[in-house]
């Protein structure tokens, strides 16, 4: 009879988790033993960094990516990443080594209660009750990572179940999409045909569910204004669409300030709606009626108006434009273009931005965690096509640079940008390392204001003062940082450099750091 290691091994090939993202400890030894030539390690120097490099994977790919850490420290290190994972609805089958079994019930060193420490902001936590039984565990963590919403799962695995034997898995399918009930989206359809002035709020559960498509076409049968939802985990509408008209703020009275003077608003594979500063006030102006498309059933539970339709986000599309007639109405004007921004010295954040966006290939993709300035960046590098935009969709610091090599992994055809704070790039910089190690040219771009420009703004709107501690940053020499990692680096402090520099790492075929030492101006949070 073969070992659980080996009905593993067959499982995972079916499934198509042949890539392991980890950082291995005693505890995991015993799985990655004789590790076949066609499974694929990727090694991250702190588990931070390994569940966001699978992240990214996870999402660039579209398919639930392998995890594997040591057990409860390296469990607790990965937290904040798995809380990410989570907010990014990024299918992960997680894994620890857990204890050897005939000496649990003596709490050995590094055995732990790893059940319980994953499962608030998993899907699923397990440990199987016996050895065999671990193959079936993993299979079924595969499919509920996968299930809409998707998001992480994980399993405890003590290190001594590998050699056990086990029953071979009887190959199976299982649906991962839910239709919406057709009544509630002809409801839906009647109130969008009724309105005389609809907008359209677009969020990343269109690009989770492959709807793209058929949210441009809903856009533009319903002739109607699109929004980007506040603070999107993925884009969900091109950016250079003539309807676009750019980001939500994440306050509630601005929120509802913007979408004024539409009778119905149509939002998207978002939440109703993700805020962040509190400003009181309406959801939305009165009499504006509110149609809620989402794949996530807590989602809908906590929205905080209007009518809300569960299931897929690309079914529930394809249904309205079914339902929803040719509208014989103006379209809107389009925005009009982003100025052409000044070239001076500091270094304005539109103008790096600008200088990026103009050398940046056609389908790159783009991940962005310099939280101060997205309002800026956001005006000049606009996404034109799906799976190319990730943001941390939990707030938390630390996804952009892991992710980045995570996408650059998935798509090695497409080239990977990384536009980042200062702070930020110091919460997981050992994806540097990784990055170098399995030849991910990933472009860093780290906008180095020496400070935490983004907490200043908001002391000022909560106007705490200016006396709060720790908000600057200086003496922090990030060059060197990437290239004791094993990244070539380079520093632009005026116009002239920056041109260079930019040329120089976007032509390079290893990961590559530009420093850029942008104005200390502290852009309004709303």
Same mark, same amino acid.
């Given at each position: ?300 539970? #906590?929205?905080?108006? /209007?009518?809300?339709?569960? !299931?897929?986000?690309?079914? @529930? $599309?394809? =249904? &309205?434009?079914?339902?929803? *007639? ?62 190319? #935009?990730?943001?941390? /969709?939990?707030?938390?610091? !630390?996804?952009?640079?892991? @992710? $980045?090599? =995570? &996408?650059?992994?998935?798509? *090695? ?114």
């Amino acid at each position: 009879m073969p070992t659980v290691r080996e009905v593993t091994v067959e499982l995972l090939r079916e499934l198509g988790m042949t890539t392991i993202f980890g950082n291995p400890g005693s505890t995991e030894l015993p799985m990655l033993k004789e590790l076949p030539g066609d499974f694929r390690y990727v090694m991250g120097l702190h588990e931070g960094a390994v569940v966001g490099m699978a992240d990214g994977y996870a999402q660039g790919t579209r398919q639930a990516a392998l995890v594997n850490l040591h057990t409860s420290a390296g469990l607790g290190n990965a937290m904040g990443a798995i809380v990410t994972a989570c907010h990014n609805r990024a299918p992960l089958v997680v894994t620890a080594g857990q204890q050897d079994r005939r000496h649990l019930a003596l709490e050995p060193m590094l055995s732990g209660r790893l059940v319980e420490l994953a499962r608030p902001y998993v899907k699923w936590s397990n440990e199987p009750a016996r050895a065999q039984d671990v193959p079936r565990t993993l299979s079924r963590a595969y499919h509920t990572a996968m299930q809409h919403p998707r998001g992480p799962v994980f399993v405890s695995i003590p290190m001594d179940d590998w050699d056990k034997e086990a029953s071979p898995l009887e190959s199976r399918a299982v649906s991962h999409r839910t239709a919406p009930d057709p009544e509630s989206l002809e409801a839906a359809a009647r109130t969008l045909r009724e309105s005389r002035n609809p907008a359209m709020v677009a969020g990343g559960g269109v690009d989770r569910c492959g709807a793209w498509k058929e949210a441009v076409l809903l856009a533009e049968r319903l002739r109607a204004p699109v929004w980007a939802a506040p603070v999107w985990p993925q884009a969900g509408f091109p950016q250079t669409h003539p309807l676009f008209r750019g980001h939500l703020p994440p306050a509630q009275a601005a929120i509802a300030q913007r979408l004024s003077g539409h009778d119905a608003v149509l939002v998207l594979g978002a939440p109703v709606f993700l805020y962040y500063p509190y400003v009181p006030g309406p959801v939305l102006e009165p009499g504006t009626a509110l149609v809620h498309i989402t794949e996530d059933p807590q989602e809908a539970a #906590y929205a905080a108006a /209007g009518t809300s339709v569960v !299931g897929d986000v690309a079914l @529930a $599309a394809r =249904g &309205l434009l079914e339902l929803l *007639p040719e509208i014989d109405r103006e379209l809107p004007d389009p925005s009009p273009e982003p100025p052409v921004p000044e070239a001076r010295t500091p270094l304005p954040v539109d103008y790096v931005a600008c200088e990026l966006a103009r050398r940046m290939p056609e389908d790159a993709i783009l991940t962005d965690e310099a939280s101060s300035h997205m309002g800026i960046t956001g005006r000049y590098l606009r996404t034109s096509r799906p799976g190319s #935009y990730y943001v941390t /969709g939990s707030g938390g610091l !630390g996804f952009a640079m892991p @992710a $980045a090599v =995570g &996408l650059q992994l998935a798509s *090695p055809e497409r080239r990977v940008v990384c536009v980042v704070g200062d702070g930020a790039s110091l919460y997981a910089p050992q994806a540097l390392w990784s990055a170098a190690r399995y030849g991910a040219p990933v472009l860093f771009v780290v906008l180095n204001n020496g400070q935490y420009a983004i907490l200043k703004a908001f002391s000022e709107f909560i106007e705490t003062g200016k006396n709060i501690p720790s908000l600057d940053l200086p003496h922090l020499d990030i060059p060197r940082i990437a290239e004791g990692f094993g990244c070539g680096a380079g520093t632009a402090e005026r116009p002239e450099e920056l041109g260079t520099e930019l040329d120089r790492a976007l032509s390079s075929d290893r990961p590559y750091l530009l420093n850029v030492m942008v104005d200390r101006r502290v852009e309004p949070l709303v």
